[in-house]
């Protein structure tokens, strides 16, 4: 499996399980885990959003699997730009610092990605 599938892949896999599979299942032990504050009120959300991450990670799953490499960058791009929009987050108060714990797969793996890409071309 070339470098760029394997990065593709291994955010699949990370998307999928924790905050999709994780936020789905257990969404308060989660956030708990990761003192991120919320309302009880407020578990149906961390659970649509759960939802979407594995809906994501299935998609980038099969990008890497049929090898869709004209979507890499767009998948790159998109992952900087989640990870400086939590950081926002972090940055304007919104949300507690341990919110960069997800940031920084993010940014790793669109690091991973583009530099792997990089090497193709």
């Given at each position: ?15 999928i ?13 989660l956030?708990?885990?990761f ?14 959003i ?7 990670g299935?998609?980038y799953f099969y990008?890497?699997?049929y ?6 960058i ?32 993010d ?12 090497k193709?071309?």
């Amino acid at each position: 499996m070339k470098s760029s599938e394997a990065s593709l892949r291994t955010f699949a896999i990370y998307l999928i399980l924790i905050p999709g599979a994780g936020l789905m299942a257990m969404p308060g032990f989660l956030l708990d885990m990761f003192q991120l504050s919320y309302g009880s009120e407020s578990l149906w959300m961390a659970r649509l959003i759960g939802y979407l991450a594995f809906a994501l990670g299935i998609y980038y799953f099969y990008l890497a699997k049929y090898k869709v490499v004209q979507i890499y960058i767009i998948t790159v791009v998109l992952r900087f730009l989640a990870a400086a929009f939590m950081v926002g987050l972090w940055l304007t108060g919104e949300v507690e610092m341990m919110i960069l714990i997800f940031a920084v797969p993010d940014a790793l793996g669109a690091t991973w990605t583009a530099l792997s890409i990089r090497k193709k071309v």
